[in-house]
C-alpha cells in the first residue's frame, strides 16, 4: 500500500504565516509563547493540509509520545480489564493514552512484549506482572522510564507498587464462615504458584481453615464438566459444611452458577464466597456474601502515581507501596 | 526522572567489530548479508552495554514499528477480548505485536484514540468501529496504513472487513425457537441504533416474530435489580410462551443465572437464547441454545487479512468481506 505524499511542517507554517519553530511549540502542546489566534491559525493549516506530524521525527524533539504502556496479565479477567478502565480514566483527563498489552498468562509472552515496550517510545509503564521474582523482571525492564507495578507484589521493588490486600483479605473472610460453621473449604483457582496474589489468598484461606481442598485449574484449557463434577463429588464427601472459595473471580462466575441452579448451593450446608472484580459477579450471586475487590481503582491510583512520576523528576512524594483493600460484602 | 546515558549505534559497532551499517541491518533484522557468527556478536554487544535502539531514530529509517494498533469498542465485552486473543494469536508468529486501544463505547473517545493512532507510527490499524457512519469513519482516519474493519459493518467501505451474519443468525434462531411455540419475545440490548451488529439481529428476529419486547440496558450505568424486575413483569404479563433473547453475551451473563435461579426460566413456558463469544455462557447456560459466534476467529481472519495487506503492495487477493457465520447450538 503505498503512502499518500503528505504536507510537511513547513507547508503548515507557511500557510498559517508562523515560523516552524512556532508549528513545533504547537504540535508539542507548548502553547504558553504563543497567542490562542496564532494556535487557531495552526490548528486549521493542519486540518486543511490534512497534515499528520511524523511522530518519529517529532519523538526525536520532544522525547515524549504521551503513551503510557499497560502490560496485564490476561485480558480474559474482569480484573485486567477493569484495572486499564481505572488508568485510562486518569490518563484521558491528563492528555496521556493508555495502550494495552495482554500477556494472555504466557512467561514468554511477557518478555516478547516487554521487548516492544522497551524499543518503543513510551513516557511510562504501568506492569502486572506474571512473576514476583525479581531478577527476572529487572531483565525484562531495561528502559529508563517511570514504572508503576500493580496487582501482584514485588519484593524490593525499586518501583511504587499498587497492591490489595490479599491475605488479610482472605483471612478475614475464612474467620467470619468459620463462625457460621463453614469449617470445609474448596478452593478454586487458577495454579497458586506463579501470582503471589493467590499464594497470599491460600495462605490467607490456610491460616485459619484446616479442612482444605484445592482445585486448580487452567486458564489455558480446562473441562467443565469435569471440574463441575470434581467439585460435587469433594462437596459430597465432606460431613461438615462446605464452603466454596474462589480466589479468581473467573472461576466464580463460570462454575457458581451451574451449583446453584443444580441446587448444590442452598446457604445452609454448602455456600460460596470468592474475591469479586466486577458487579456481575454479584448480579450472578446476589445473596453471596463476595471479597470485593477495586480494581477500577486500583488502575486509577497506578495512574496517578504515573503522572506524578512523570510531573516530578525526583519523585519523592512518591509512595513505595499504596494498599487498595479488598472487603467481604 | 533522569535518562541514564545510554550506549549507542556506535558503540555497539565498535564492540562488535562490524560497521554500524551491519548493526542497522541487525537491528532490522534483516540479517542476509551477514553470517551467524556476525549476528551473535552484535547481539552479545547490545547485551553487553545493555544498547536500547532508539525506535524513533529507528524508525526513520525502517518506517516500520512492527506494532498493530487494535482499536475496539470495549473491553469489557469478551466479544471485543477474545477478538484481540485471536488477533495476537497471529500477530505473535509473524514477529509483529498487537497493542490494545479501547474506546469504551465512547465516539468522543474513539476519535481521541484514532488521534494517536494517526500521529503514532503503527504498521498497520484493526478496527472495530462503534459507528457504521463512513463519513464519520473516514475524518478519524488519516494515516494511509492497512486497514481492516471488523465485526461492525461499514456500507461501502474501502477497506476489507470481516464480520458475521447477524441478521441470518438471528432470523434463524428466531425461526426455530417459534416453530417450539414462543411467540412472545423480550429482547435484551443495549442501545440497538448505534450498531448495525445489534441493529441487524433485531431485524432478523422482528423479520419473524411480531410480539416483540425490547430492553434497552445502558452500558455504563444500569441498575441490575430494576432491569430484572422489568423482565420478570413481561414475563407474567404475557400470555403466550416467552423467549427472552440477549442479543449482546453481557447481558446474558448478567440477568438469566438470577432469572433461573429465582425459577422463572423453567424452559418450557420461558426459556432463554442469545449472543454468546465465549464458553462462559455455555459454562452458566449448559443446557440452553445459544448463537455462538467465534470472536477469536474473526479475531485471527482480520489479522490474516492484515498480514496479506502488510506483504502485497497492491493486495489483489484480498477479500473485500470476510464473513464468519454464527451457529445456533
Do not use: C
Not at 490486600?165 to 478452593?187: C, D, P, S
Not at 462466575?253 to 441446587?263: K, Y
Not at 472484580?277 to 450471586?285: C, F, G, M, S, V
Request: net charge negative; proline share 3%.
Amino acid at each position: 500500500m503505498k503512502k499518500k505524499q503528505s504536507a510537511n511542517m513547513k507547508d503548515v507554517a507557511a500557510l498559517s504565516q508562523v515560523s516552524i519553530a512556532t508549528v513545533s511549540r504547537f504540535l508539542n502542546n507548548d502553547l504558553s509563547r504563543m497567542s490562542e489566534e496564532t494556535a487557531k491559525r495552526v490548528k486549521d493549516a493542519i486540518d486543511k493540509l490534512n497534515y499528520v506530524p511524523n511522530s518519529a521525527a517529532r519523538q526525536m524533539v520532544t522525547k515524549s509520545s504521551k503513551m503510557i504502556a499497560v502490560v496485564v496479565a490476561n485480558i480474559d479477567d474482569y480484573f485486567s480489564t477493569e484495572l486499564f478502565k481505572g488508568i485510562s480514566s486518569i490518563l484521558e483527563s491528563t492528555g496521556y493514552i493508555g495502550v494495552l498489552f495482554d500477556t494472555d498468562t504466557n512467561q514468554k509472552r511477557e518478555i516478547q512484549l516487554m521487548d516492544s515496550v522497551n524499543s518503543q517510545s513510551f513516557d511510562g509503564l504501568i506492569f502486572q506482572p506474571l512473576t514476583s521474582d525479581m531478577s527476572l523482571i529487572e531483565n525484562e525492564i531495561r528502559r529508563e522510564i517511570p514504572i508503576v507495578i500493580v496487582d501482584r507484589e514485588i519484593e524490593l521493588s525499586p518501583w511504587p507498587q499498587v497492591i490489595t490486600n490479599n491475605y488479610e483479605a482472605a483471612r478475614n473472610a475464612m474467620l467470619k464462615f468459620q463462625t457460621k460453621g463453614y469449617k470445609h473449604v474448596i478452593i478454586l483457582s487458577s495454579e497458586i504458584n506463579i501470582a503471589s496474589t493467590r499464594r497470599e489468598r491460600y495462605q490467607g484461606i490456610k491460616s485459619v481453615a484446616n479442612n482444605v481442598d484445592v482445585i486448580e485449574i487452567s486458564e489455558k484449557s480446562h473441562n467443565h464438566k469435569d471440574i463441575h463434577k470434581e467439585i460435587v463429588s469433594l462437596i459430597k464427601k465432606s460431613d461438615e459444611k462446605t464452603l466454596i472459595f474462589a480466589i479468581k473471580e473467573r472461576w466464580l462466575l463460570e462454575f457458581i452458577p451451574g451449583l446453584m441452579t443444580d441446587g448444590y448451593i442452598d446457604d445452609m450446608n454448602v455456600t460460596a464466597t470468592g474475591f469479586s472484580d466486577t458487579d456481575l459477579a454479584r448480579a450472578i450471586e446476589p445473596k453471596a456474601e463476595l471479597i470485593e475487590q477495586n480494581p477500577f481503582l486500583m488502575g486509577a491510583s497506578s495512574a496517578e502515581v504515573m503522572m506524578d512520576l512523570l510531573n516530578d523528576d525526583d519523585a519523592k512524594k512518591i509512595p513505595s507501596k499504596l494498599i487498595i483493600p479488598a472487603k467481604l460484602k
